[in-house]
């Protein structure tokens, strides 16, 4: 039998928590390793349990989602944990510190159960989540807080013209398909693309891409 996917659920408010653990519970490859109401037990609980991914609420007491997520899997983290975050758009300006902080992906709270489950078995095989909609909407909105004021040029990017095309479209929020679709290309034409575009600019994941792009000038 295939072993589950062990999933921490932190969150501070217990009614959704509850739900999270109960929609979770119920697939039979996931499994809910445990779950908390603040960062700081869920710092402590990830090094003890060693789950497969955190299920990441933002604001919460004691220690906030985002210093969590960097606790656990930000840069310098001898064994980082992939997070999950939840969020909502009124908590917008804090999506692009959680991608900075080391998640993985992000959601919205009120995203129908199977987006989240999909989001939890994405994260869980190593690929990043990006909502398209939340990506133009949220990070696009922040590009300018992202930017840097004296930002690397697209010619110092040691990326061809149609890898730049591609981390564009990612940025956009495209997915593979969607990309496939655009450029009139096959999906693995694209996923040979994102490959090698991560491997140049040394990126974890689609992510990353994203942020990269924004900090870069390259989406406007």
Do not use: W
Not at 10 to 19: A, F, S
Not at 48 to 55: G, M, W
Not at 77 to 85: C, G, I, N, S, T
Not at 175 to 197: H, Y
């Amino acid at each position: 039998m295939t072993v589950p996917i062990r999933v921490l659920v932190c969150d501070d408010q217990m009614l959704i928590r509850t739900g999270l653990v109960t929609i979770i519970d119920a697939q039979p490859d996931l499994e809910v390793a445990g779950q908390c109401g603040d960062g700081r037990a869920a710092v402590e609980l990830a090094g003890r349990l060693r789950p497969d991914v955190v299920v990441m609420d933002i604001r919460m007491p004691v220690l906030d989602g985002l210093e969590a997520t960097r606790l656990l899997a930000g840069a310098g983290v001898e064994h980082p944990v992939k997070v999950l975050v939840v969020t909502t758009f009124n908590l917008d300006e804090y999506v692009y510190e959680a991608l900075r902080a080391g998640a993985s992906g992000f959601l919205l709270k009120d995203a129908p159960p199977d987006r989240l489950l999909h989001g939890i078995r994405t994260v869980a095989s190593g690929a990043a989540l990006l909502d398209p909609e939340v990506t133009r909407q949220l990070v696009g909105r922040y590009a300018a807080r992202i930017r840097p004021a004296a930002g690397g040029a697209p010619q110092d990017i040691p990326l061809t013209p149609r890898e730049l095309q591609v981390l564009r479209l990612i940025a956009d929020g495209l997915s593979n398909g969607e990309i496939a679709a655009a450029l009139v290309i096959s999906q693995e034409t694209v996923k040979t693309f994102v490959s090698r575009i991560l491997s140049k600019l040394s990126l974890r994941d689609r992510v990353q891409a994203v942020v990269y792009a924004y900090r870069h000038g390259l989406v406007t």
